[in-house]
């Protein structure tokens, strides 16, 4: 079974203040896309940053960047100089080769960002 | 370039009934997948269409069902609906139906089953 978690329901933190999301999946396959996902309250689920598990080099896209361990199974995601605007849910996902474009989700991350 | 939308924005039906959502893709987008979003929780792939075709189902009953149109538009029907029902709906597009293409997602639509 290929499946998504994420330990953390809940996580707030400071304005201007970094945070880590963790996530960790399970998948037999070894080709596959790993995916940040942005939930805010208006619904529109907006693409974070992507990993593809064939490079070693970690994702960056602005604030926003990746570790990723293949082998421990682990993507987190590291947002820096949090905003305001960055209060949402998050969800962890991946996409299989045998699967193609349909994505499988984790439960969720809600951050908060404090003033 | 127009994104993906979705019709209605909400909607409230009763159990038993029967329901229709509709989803436009992105300009240029061959592939629509529709995932089932339960309050607080991850979404969970319902299926997927390519080029009219369907093209993988997750684990929904057979009252889940699906269209595609030749403009790539997609609708969902929900048949005898029940109150487990009661999620958001979302649409994503992309441009094939490969593990590199990126999903473009709709604002969904809420689905109230009373």
């Known amino acids: 079974a290929q499946t998504v978690t994420q330990s953390q329901p809940e996580m707030s933190v400071q304005e201007a203040e970094t945070v880590t999301l963790s996530c960790t999946y399970d998948?037999?396959?070894?080709?596959?896309?790993l995916f940040w996902y942005k939930q805010p309250p208006s619904r529109q689920m907006i693409l974070v940053i992507r990993q593809e598990a064939y490079k070693q080099q970690n994702a960056t896209e602005n604030r926003f960047s990746v570790n990723f361990q293949k082998a421990a199974k682990s993507f987190s995601l590291k947002i820096s100089d949090s905003q305001l605007g960055d209060t949402a849910m998050y969800f962890c996902?991946?996409?299989?080769?045998?699967?193609?474009?349909?994505?499988?989700f984790g439960e969720g991350t809600q951050l908060t960002v404090n003033p | 370039e127009t994104g993906v939308t979705q019709s209605p924005t909400h909607l409230i039906k009763t159990r038993g009934q029967q329901v229709t959502l509709r989803c436009s893709s992105q300009?240029?987008?061959?592939?629509v997948s529709w995932y089932q979003q339960a309050l607080g929780q991850g979404p969970q792939f319902i299926f997927q269409y390519y080029r009219e075709e369907e093209n993988g189902r997750g684990n929904f009953p057979p009252r889940f069902s699906g269209l595609q149109f030749p403009n790539y538009s997609s609708e969902l029907n929900v048949n005898a609906l029940e109150l487990d029902d009661s999620a958001l709906y979302l649409c994503?597009?992309?441009?094939?139906?490969?593990?590199?293409?990126?999903?473009?997602f709709g604002p969904g639509t809420r689905l109230t089953v009373l």
């Open positions: 996902a991946f996409a299989t080769e045998t699967s193609g474009s349909r994505l499988t």
């Open positions: 994503a597009s992309s441009r094939g139906q490969n593990s590199y293409n990126e999903q473009f």
């Open positions: 300009s240029g987008h061959n592939t």
């Open positions: 998948t037999s396959e070894s080709n596959y896309y």
